[in-house]
């Protein structure tokens, strides 16, 4: 029983994940938490749903042109919303992705209405290992994830854009003396975000169903894994996601279900108050 | 206002160049039209008394200021509508206060970052040994978080990052902040030596008495503005301009 | 499925353009004075928020009713009906201040729809101190419970009544030790109660109640939850779409524990099967209260909506009553007074009298001064002295197959 | 028509209270509350039950805005170590914690079906709706004392001090003042104002649930304080009129439009709030109040001023 619901808490954490690392990345190139995180969510699930269910094209296929899609919406959105708002401050930018969200998210409801859609894809019998139920998705799920972090700290590590990230997360007047340009950085790293996103939308599409407040619904969960592992550090998202998964599935050996999800924001209230810059969160450079 | 020292731009010897220079945030003004020459091959160290506009100063000679008016030059090529991130290109080096490397990266990852962004000024793999031979402080695993280093080792990297994108003008913001005399003097005999290897140096600098030993040319910033430019060496010895323009500073 | 969706936006399209018609000639700074005043009646739907789903098709079929209507003269010989409809956003607040603005701007006779119970119980007062009719599409008991100048009239069964439906369709299935995994709002909970009375008073036990938040990021933990308590069924109440996560979950996680839940979820105008294919839904009992679906009335209802024939609609229905209903009544009473009208409600809708399944038939009948007892297409629309609708019959069905198949109907 | 004003006008106070209580805590003094809602459902549900057992109206408020204020202050004090953005999600988190258990302790709270017919105060005016025009008199009146309160405050010592806090805690501190406590003070005093609006709310509608607390009414007040223009009191009236204006006066919209599906259009409004939103924060950022004060707007490769 034990060991079902932590198989279970870790894929819903993986689920999340995805979501807080996009989270934590823009976080740590624009300084301000994204609260469109929610409506991007909605959106992505929905292209992949467009190109799935009406177009007829495999789910695989449709994540990626969600992942694409969304990325050109998120790249519109920097131009139009963030950029011209980059230098007012965390919080201005903070409520005008609040504004974004709203927008992104109905206008999924004016194109499709409030109807609840599915992806066409055959749900599965679990399989049985020794007690344990796994289903197909569950391991979807996982291989998804885990290769979209691989592929994600490669890409960190590895590469001139990760470099160029990381230089402007860490300190962002140094990046530009070293001759990174901001501007093209950030437009990057909202295409990762939105391609991580729309993967996100589409796992939990897969998990529950399709529906305007799909978003919504994640939002909490997903900064609450941010916070928790610390805003702008991957790994401490990644790991935050997945504590706050097991911990609410466990919760409710103590507790009622429907208390769950107080679950994560105790465990936040109390790291938080330990570790005021979460789990694995960096210290800001003071001037 | 202007200088005791006027320049002629068209037969000047400087390296750096800067006429009418306004700088503030929002309306406040906070550098009020300064005119300053940065010779070729010198240091020139820009002393002032607090809230007098060096570090505004500097930063828009970095380009992370947009300039309120003036002009900016180096080598006869005009800066002041670059941002920094076009200007470290064109041969601005600038090593700011403090927050002068990228702490959450590895060593070598910020030697690579020095020059990794900046088109056509890579150094040669004989040059870079050169200038890494500066630092010997900086034979330290690739890997490790610079913000793990030493305040001095982390000034010298910053410098080190600074220098491998080939300057023709390095900007250094109080390099002696925070470490002990020691290593400050250390500091300046290296700013002396990297000068000395043909890179002209401007620098801001709180301690007064380390700095001038090793400085061609000395600017003095009052409340904006320049009140005096001068050879050091002959700020050096007039006491009375001391007191007068330092004040305790000194 | 997109199709549909396009050729049901023509079809606004056309009826809106009569409407816009309507409304132009009605705007009373281009009326001439002695034109018939128009007749209006708000309707307070969702069309966004948690129940956003509902809202459409009870707009179209109230349109339906007010077109065919106004076509065949209006009424109060030749006042056309008009009608406002109003967002509630799913929220009792937004449900609130629209059927404010009806009622003090655009000056509303009566003001139906009102799904949803919160949206209901903090608007009804308003209505109350008014002086107008309300028609709701809610379930919660306390509706109709303190008193309301015989105002308000519930076009959908009680939810106490749904509850014992339930336990008798789980109980007639041999399932005696049970569990409930139920939606946290008022109308499901109160079902939970008398489900339960039900239950212990035929012999079984609920061995396991758990309550789940709407709109929760997922539902695993109910699910394993309630599952695993090994029951022989269990009972979800819910909506469309917190059901469909559920059942994924619950088929994914290996349960094959026999469902029993409510048409609104597992049907949905056949939403649900849809959503999650015909094995995941198969076996699945449901129920609702049923529309009289051998009616030609109806059939030919579902015709006009541009649904599929075996489509079967809960709320639309109730819309397309709830404005017959009230056409009636205000032209058999010969006034557009809501004191006066509401009082002749059950002469129009309860028996005896002639049974009359069409409103503008009704209405002929009603002008030639005959009794009548409207049929409607959602309901009988029979209603006791406080409002509430009688003789409410269950239809029991079972997915097999991908199609929902009647069982009985359960009085 | 003026019944349906008078509706309005009673809407706009009391969203106005709730922008000035926003104002005080983040316009004032830089603490984001994402929870808002919480705090405004605790007010109302606290009044509600007081009411309801027989308390007068003084001593519901009353109990309302200590109840709530004393929440504000552990939630402040909780999370007075925590950076901006932390705040903003503890806050979210208590707003959430309260509404499940609003939603979940039917034994105080009715659960899911929320409390009915709750005694309001009354003051009957003559002529038709003389009470609800009576009930307008009384939020203008709450309006107006907590425009006073929050005025007050901010112009004194108190007020500077808290906008010292708000530009740059380390200054605040170095120059010896409890930042702390004044953070917690604030904080508490706008839960209070906060209180306030739910009370008022709940005895406008004399019918609360769990379903009228919803995320969007703190979306709301973020609107109000950033068309007013964030700091400024006399703006944030206005703001919180332009808001309410533009929500409720939108119903309007679909009396007149009538080529698009009610629930397109519905998400049609909300995408031209969420728009209206981000022009107003691109185009008029120092809104519609005067009193805004913002350095380095202009300089776009100057980063963001430090967040902590």
């Known amino acids: 029983m034990i060991a079902q619901l932590v198989l279970n808490g870790l894929v819903t954490g993986m689920v999340v994940a995805l979501g807080a690392v996009a989270l934590t990345l823009t976080y740590s190139i624009l300084k301000f938490p994204n609260f469109a995180v929610g409506g991007m969510i909605t959106l992505g699930a929905y292209i992949a749903w467009l190109v799935n269910v009406p177009l007829g094209l495999p789910l695989p296929g449709a994540a990626v042109l969600a992942a694409i899609g969304l990325a050109a919406v998120m790249l519109a959105a920097d131009r139009f919303v963030f950029r011209p708002l980059r230098d007012r401050g965390a919080i201005t930018l903070l409520v005008a992705a609040m504004g974004l969200s709203l927008i992104l998210e109905n206008i999924c409801r004016l194109a499709f209405g409030n109807v609840a859609r599915n992806f066409d894809v055959d749900p599965e019998r679990p399989w049985r290992v020794s007690g344990l139920r796994i289903h197909p998705e569950q391991v979807t799920t996982a291989v998804v994830t885990v290769a979209a972090m691989a592929g994600l700290w490669l890409v960190l590590r590895h590469t001139r854009l990760g470099r160029a990230m990381r230089a402007v997360a860490d300190n962002p007047d140094l990046a530009a003396v070293r001759g990174i340009d901001r501007d093209r950085v950030t437009r990057r790293t909202w295409v990762l975000a939105a391609a991580l996103v729309a993967l996100s939308g589409v796992l939990i599409g897969m998990d529950r169903a399709i529906d305007p407040l799909m978003g919504w619904a994640y939002i909490i969960p997903v900064f609450a894994a941010a916070i928790l592992g610390g805003l702008g550090s991957p790994g401490g998202a990644v790991l935050g996601a997945l504590l706050i998964g097991v911990a609410q599935e466990l919760s409710v050996l103590v507790i009622e279900p429907n208390y769950r999800q107080v679950v994560g924001f105790v465990a936040i209230a109390l790291v938080l108050l330990a570790r005021p810059r979460g789990l694995l969160g960096v210290e800001e450079i003071r001037r | 206002m202007s200088s005791d020292v006027t320049s002629n731009p068209l037969v000047s010897d400087a390296a750096l160049e800067v006429r009418g220079l306004r700088l503030g945030y929002g309306a406040t003004e906070i550098v009020k039209g300064v005119d300053i020459a940065a010779r070729r091959g010198a240091v020139t160290t820009i002393i002032g008394p607090n809230g007098s506009g060096k570090s505004t100063l500097i930063r828009g000679l970095a380009g992370l200021l947009r300039p309120l008016g003036g002009s900016i030059w180096l080598e006869g090529r005009d800066l002041t509508a670059l941002p920094a991130v076009r200007r470290v290109a064109e041969g601005v080096g600038y090593v700011p206060q403090e927050a002068n490397i990228f702490r959450n990266l590895g060593v070598a990852e910020n030697l690579r970052l020095a020059t990794e962004f900046v088109p056509g000024r890579q150094s040669s793999a004989r040059e870079r040994d050169e200038i890494l031979a500066l630092f010997p402080d900086l034979a330290v695993r690739g890997a490790l978080a610079a913000g793990r280093l030493s305040g001095g080792q982390r000034q010298m990297l910053a410098m080190a990052c600074a220098l491998l994108a080939r300057p023709s003008i390095l900007l250094l913001d109080e390099p002696s902040a925070g470490l002990s005399p020691r290593l400050v003097a250390e500091t300046m005999q290296t700013v002396r030596e990297v000068c000395d290897r043909g890179v002209s140096i401007l620098m801001i600098e709180q301690n007064v008495a380390a700095a001038l030993p090793v400085s061609d040319q000395v600017v003095v910033l009052v409340a904006g503005r320049v009140r005096l430019q001068s050879a050091a060496d002959r700020l050096l010895v007039d006491h009375n301009l001391h007191r007068l323009y330092l004040g305790e500073a000194a | ?411 | 028509m003026i019944a349906f004003l008078v509706t309005i006008l009673t809407l706009v106070a009391i969203a106005a209270i709730l922008a000035l209580a926003l104002n005080l805590q983040w316009g004032l003094c830089g603490m984001v509350n994402f929870g808002l809602v919480g705090f405004f459902a605790l007010g109302a549900y606290a009044a509600a039950l007081l009411s309801l057992a027989g308390a007068g109206p003084a001593l519901a408020l009353l109990g309302a805005m200590v109840i709530t204020a004393a929440c504000g202050a552990a939630v402040a004090a909780l999370s007075h170590r925590l950076a901006e953005e932390y705040l903003a999600i503890v806050t979210l988190g208590f707003g959430e914690v309260v509404r499940l258990t609003l939603l979940n302790e039917s034994w105080l709270t009715g659960g899911a079906l929320g409390l009915p017919g709750i005694p309001s105060p009354t003051l009957r005016l003559p002529g038709p709706g003389g009470e609800h025009v009576g009930f307008l008199v009384l939020c203008l009146i709450a309006l107006a004392l907590a425009y006073l309160v929050v005025e007050r405050l901010a112009r004194a010592p108190f007020g500077r001090l808290m906008r010292a806090v708000r530009d740059d805690d380390v200054v605040a501190a170095t120059l010896g003042k409890d930042v702390v406590r004044v953070r917690i003070a604030a904080f508490a005093i706008g839960c209070a104002l906060l209180a306030l609006g739910g009370a008022l709310h709940a005895w406008h509608f004399g019918y609360i649930d769990p379903s009228q607390f919803t995320p969007i009414v703190t979306a709301y007040a973020f609107m109000a304080v950033i068309a007013g223009g964030r700091g400024s009191n006399p703006g944030i009236l206005v703001g919180a009129g332009v808001v309410m204006l533009l929500i409720e006066g939108s119903r309007f919209l679909k009396d007149v439009v009538d080529f698009v599906a009610a629930d397109q259009l519905a998400a049609l409004r909300l995408i031209l709030i969420g728009a209206g939103l981000i022009l107003f924060l691109i185009y008029r950022p120092q809104g519609l109040g005067r009193e805004y004060r913002r350095s380095a707007a202009s300089f776009p490769t100057v980063p963001a001023p430090a967040s902590s």
């Not at chain 3, 009906?81 to 404010?100: K, N």
């Not at chain 3, 009335?297 to 709320?315: C, S």
Request: hydrophobic share 40%.
């Open chain 3, 1 to 411: 499925m997109t199709g549909r969706k396009y050729t049901l936006t023509r079809r606004h399209l056309l009826h809106r353009g009569t409407a816009a018609a309507t409304l132009a000639l009605a705007a009373p700074w281009v009326r001439p004075a002695h034109a018939a005043e128009p007749i209006r009646i708000g309707i307070v739907i969702p069309f966004t928020g948690a129940s956003g789903v509902y809202g459409s098709e009870m707009e179209q079929a109230a349109r339906l009713v007010a077109r065919r209507i106004n076509e065949a003269g209006g009424l109060l010989g030749g006042r056309s009906l008009e009608l406002i409809i109003e967002d509630s956003e799913s929220q009792p607040t937004s449900g609130v201040v629209a059927t404010r603005k009806l009622l003090e701007v655009n000056r509303v006779e009566a003001i139906i729809g009102y799904w949803g119970s919160p949206i209901a119980m903090a608007s009804k007062q308003l209505l109350i101190d008014a002086g107008k009719v309300m028609m709701v599409s809610c379930a919660a008991n306390a509706v109709t419970e303190d008193p309301h100048d015989g105002l308000i009239w519930r076009f959908q069964a009680k939810s106490t009544q749904w509850g014992p439906v339930g336990a008798r369709i789980m109980l007639n299935k041999g399932e005696r030790r049970v569990a409930v995994l139920a939606q946290q709002n008022p109308f499901v909970i109160s079902m939970v109660e008398p489900f339960r009375a039900e239950i212990e008073r035929q012999g079984g036990e609920v061995i396991r109640e758990v309550i789940y938040n709407p709109d929760q990021p997922s539902y695993r933990a109910e699910v394993e939850e309630i599952f695993g308590t090994d029951p022989d069924g269990v009972f979800i109440p819910g909506l469309l779409t917190d059901f469909t996560s559920i059942v994924k979950e619950y088929y994914r996680a290996g349960f094959d524990t026999p469902i029993t839940s409510l048409s609104i979820a597992a049907d949905a105008n056949g939403k649900f099967i849809e959503n999650v294919g015909a094995e995941l839904a198969e076996g699945i009992h449901h129920f609702q209260p049923a529309p009289p679906l051998d009616s030609p009335n109806y059939k030919r209802f579902v015709r006009e909506m541009g649904a599929p024939e075996d489509t079967i609609f809960l709320f639309a229905g109730n819309a397309y009553d709830q404005l017959s209903v009230a056409a009636l009544a205000i032209e058999k009473a010969g006034t557009t007074e809501a004191r006066q009208w509401t009082r002749v409600i059950p002469a129009v809708s309860n028996p005896p009298g002639t049974r009359v399944l069409d409103p503008v038939e009704a209405l002929e009948l009603v002008r030639r001064g005959e009794e009548i007892d409207f049929i409607g297409a959602g309901s009988d629309c029979d209603f006791n002295d406080i409002g509430d609708q009688l003789n409410r019959h269950f239809l029991h069905r079972v997915i097999r197959d991908g199609r929902n198949e009647k069982v009985q109907v359960i009085a």
